[in-house]
């Protein structure tokens, strides 16, 4: 029900924008979320929104390089990720429930499959 895309291969610095494309569910009625997976670590959020899309959370890592929006028309959410870093390396993952959890992932009934994301020179 939710389909990740967007991913790739970027040099420092550079600029990605990931799509989260929902079907079967209607994206204003949910809590987005974005988690991401680097190799041999565990899957930490990235960031959120307020489910009207009005309002966004990120984690300190990400905080003024990610952008997450929404468009509901097009029934998609997106993170847009800038001055992109080696260490923002990982699998993404949108994710989506009802409520406002932020970071907590069991209460994510929704998730995507993983897009990479690989930041190297």
């Known amino acids: 029900q939710l389909q990740a895309s967007g991913g790739g291969l970027v040099q420092p610095g550079g600029s990605l924008r990931l799509s989260c494309a929902a079907s079967?569910?209607?994206?204003?009625?949910?809590?987005f979320g974005w988690f991401r997976q680097a190799p041999g670590k565990e899957r930490e959020w990235v960031s959120c929104?307020?489910?009207?899309?009005?309002?966004?959370y990120y984690a300190e890592s990400v905080k003024g390089r990610f952008t997450i929006s929404r468009d509901n028309a097009k029934n998609t959410v997106y993170l847009q990720m800038n001055s992109l870093k080696p260490e923002d390396t990982a699998d993404y993952y949108c994710?989506?429930?009802?409520?406002?959890?932020?970071?907590?992932?069991?209460?994510?009934?929704?998730w995507g499959q993983g897009t990479q994301v690989t930041v190297s020179s």
């Open positions: 929104d307020s489910g009207s899309g009005d309002v966004s």
């Open positions: 994710a989506a429930g009802p409520d406002l959890v932020w970071g907590d992932q069991q209460k994510y009934p929704y």
């Open positions: 079967g569910l209607t994206v204003d009625n949910y809590v």
